[in-house]
């Protein structure tokens, strides 16, 4: 390679990598030897090396097997996929009927999927917060059609209505892109030889956008572990997430070791999953496409 | 009762919005029979197969497929397979799997399938590819796979949607007999659309030739060659002289055409007006040239002319000869012999063709 063309290297990788390595791989390492560092009262950490923390979050609480963070875990895990799910149910037919408009609209429903991105996520949570309040729109509504009032703020319905709400676009837009890639002579092809709706549904549409179904989930899931907003505003703090621990260990209860060791524990958890996926991923593209 | 036809289509016509793609055809296609729907990209005979597929629902008109109403019925539900334009195979599943996905479909038991599937990729001389993915196939091998994956379910119409179009010309010719050769043991109905005239004379029983979603005749190939019904199917298919005319009179299929001065016999199907114009149209080879002094066929008409223009071809050499002013007809002869090349730029003939070839055309 020429002397030039390493110069040209580093001037177009240079920015991104440098990006990466600041804002991602040093807190990352930074969180990593936090989580085996020593509390110090007030916050942060003194510099003696303590893995207390890990054996905290492993250790079970007085009679119980699994402790309080394993439930806020295994409860984080739980409403990521509960949302992956229904945003799938939600989002799929919408993808699918967006892919098959004409080009021209095509493009107008996709600004319309996009556009709660031009207001603030709090905001449009709060907004949330008014809608399902105990005298909110809905339940004024319902007062006015003549049904009983739902108390539904604070509750899990509420988090996870808020939740879906948030992550559709995520879901949505990589569905879209797999289902318009979709050749439509497939569906003929399939019905020709004698398969009906559902099963060209199964055998052909939905193994050929699994690719899209995959990362819409992705995209959809890892967010959701991590949500601090939602549970904070629509579920009023009591039903707890990942977020919502985190926040409290780095601030009221100021174990910045433990909050760290959650994150670690997390990652990993995260990381395995997206390399499982990938790895599956690659299998299908090998063989297929 | 056994139906008379195997595919028939009842005055189908078929609107996209404001375009009409298919204007009131009636077609009968007979059991075993290898029939080809030709005609130019837009004429309307994709939309005629997807119909009888089941893929489009007729505006108006029925269509029958063993003497059965199927108007309204689903792809799925129509015993027809088809073999598809650009292939359709699915890229997920292995040739093995493409082909018994229509068996799986019907619910057949899993050993009969595989016995079907390996024989029917023998048939296509592909036994080696089951386990292959599509993508890993020439275009050649997927055209195969194509066929095999639609004839292994043995329908009752296989449907064929320009299914060579996408080979270069080699593989097309040979695949043309090898497709022909299948059907003839198959004894399955083929329904073969093509743009491509010669093909459709190289493998039909029948063709039927549309234009602007009409079916303007349906024959044998030599029936729509020798005796085109109307100028666009004497046009569409091979070579054609069309001299411009008047009829002068017109008796049981037979009239007398005035050609610049010249007086002309010619048989047409289509009604004739006595002194209305029309085109009395001869194909290029019909036409024999002669030499002053040669003995008159009884049969023929001759009419005397000088060449204007000849070109050597191989086969057979292209001349021009130039009948009267501004009228000109084409001539092919075949180059059998030294006499055959013996006319010459300039040159003083006549030319003489046996009456019953040419044809009074008025539209």
């Known amino acids: 390679m020429t002397q030039r063309r390493k110069a040209l290297l580093a001037f177009l990788l240079g920015p991104g990598a440098g990006w990466l390595l600041l804002f991602f791989l040093l807190p990352g390492a930074l969180v990593i030897v936090y989580s085996i560092l020593t509390r110090k009262d007030g916050g942060g950490v003194e510099w003696i090396v303590d893995f207390s923390s890990y054996v905290k979050l492993f250790s079970p609480t007085d009679g119980a097997v699994i402790n309080d963070f394993m439930v806020i875990f295994a409860r984080s895990l739980w409403w990521a996929a509960l949302t992956s799910f229904v945003c799938l149910l939600i989002g799929y037919p919408l993808a699918y009927f967006i892919a098959l408009q004409p080009a021209h609209v095509r493009s107008t429903y996709l600004f319309l999927v996009l556009i709660p991105f031009w207001t603030n996520f709090l905001v449009r949570t709060y907004a949330w917060k008014f809608i399902l309040n105990n005298n909110g729109l809905l339940n004024t509504l319902l007062q006015d059609w003549g049904f009983e009032r739902i108390a539904i703020i604070n509750t899990p319905t509420a988090v996870l209505i808020g939740l879906v709400y948030g992550s559709l676009p995520f879901m949505v837009l990589p569905l879209y892109a797999s289902i318009e890639k979709l050749d439509f002579d497939l569906v003929e092809a399939a019905q020709d030889l004698g398969a009906n709706y559902l099963s060209v549904f199964r055998r052909i549409i939905l193994p050929l956008t699994a690719p899209g179904i995959g990362a819409g989930i992705v995209l959809v899931f890892i967010p959701v572990t991590g949500q601090y907003i939602v549970p904070t505003i629509l579920g009023g703090g009591k039903v707890a997430m990942l977020g919502n621990l985190l926040a409290q260990q780095f601030g009221p209860a100021l174990n910045w070791p433990f909050g760290s060791a959650i994150s670690v524990i997390f990652m990993v958890l995260l990381m395995a999953a997206v390399v499982f996926y990938l790895r599956s991923e690659n299998r299908d593209g090998e063989a297929g496409l | ?363």
């Not at chain 2, 095999?148 to 329908?155: E, G, S, T």
């Open chain 2, 1 to 363: 009762m056994a139906a008379t036809f195997d595919v028939e289509l009842r005055t189908v016509t078929k609107h996209f919005g404001s375009f009409t793609a298919v204007k009131d055809v009636s077609l009968g296609i007979r059991q075993g029979e290898f029939f080809s729907l030709l005609g130019p990209s837009g004429c309307g005979k994709t939309t005629n197969l997807r119909m009888i597929a089941g893929f489009e629902l007729p505006t108006s008109g029925s269509i029958l497929l063993g003497g059965k109403d199927v108007s309204q019925l689903p792809p799925f539900k129509r015993n027809v397979n088809t073999v598809f334009q650009n292939y359709a195979l699915f890229p997920h599943l292995s040739v093995s799997d493409n082909v018994a996905f229509g068996l799986e479909m019907k619910g057949i038991d899993k050993a009969e399938i595989a016995k079907r599937v390996k024989e029917t990729l023998e048939m296509v001389r592909l036994p080696d590819s089951g386990k292959k993915k599509p993508n890993q196939l020439s275009g050649g091998q997927r055209q195969r796979i194509a066929l095999a994956r639609a004839i292994v379910n043995r329908p009752q119409v296989l449907l064929l949607d320009e299914p060579l179009g996408a080979l270069d010309l080699k593989l097309r010719k040979a695949m043309q007999l090898e497709l022909k050769e299948l059907q003839r043991q198959l004894a399955i109905t083929f329904v073969f659309v093509t743009h491509d005239q010669e093909e459709a004379l190289v493998m039909s029983d029948r063709i039927g030739v549309m234009d602007h979603g009409v079916l303007r005749q349906v024959g044998t190939p030599a029936a729509i060659y020798d005796r085109p019904a109307d100028r666009f199917v004497a046009d569409f298919i091979g070579d054609t002289n069309f001299l411009p005319c008047r009829v002068v009179d017109h008796r049981n299929g037979t009239a007398h055409v005035q050609v610049a001065g010249l007086t002309m016999s010619a048989s047409s199907d289509q009604t004739l007006t006595d002194n209305s114009s029309a085109y009395l149209a001869i194909r290029p080879e019909k036409v024999q040239l002669y030499g002053p002094d040669t003995p008159h066929n009884p049969n023929e008409e001759r009419f005397a002319g000088v060449i204007v223009e000849t070109v050597f071809m191989g086969t057979d050499t292209r001349y021009v000869v130039e009948l009267a002013e501004d009228i000109q007809i084409v001539v092919r002869q075949q180059n059998r012999n030294i006499a055959s090349t013996r006319f010459a730029l300039g040159q003083t003939v006549d030319v003489g063709w046996e009456t019953v070839f040419a044809r009074v055309l008025v539209s």
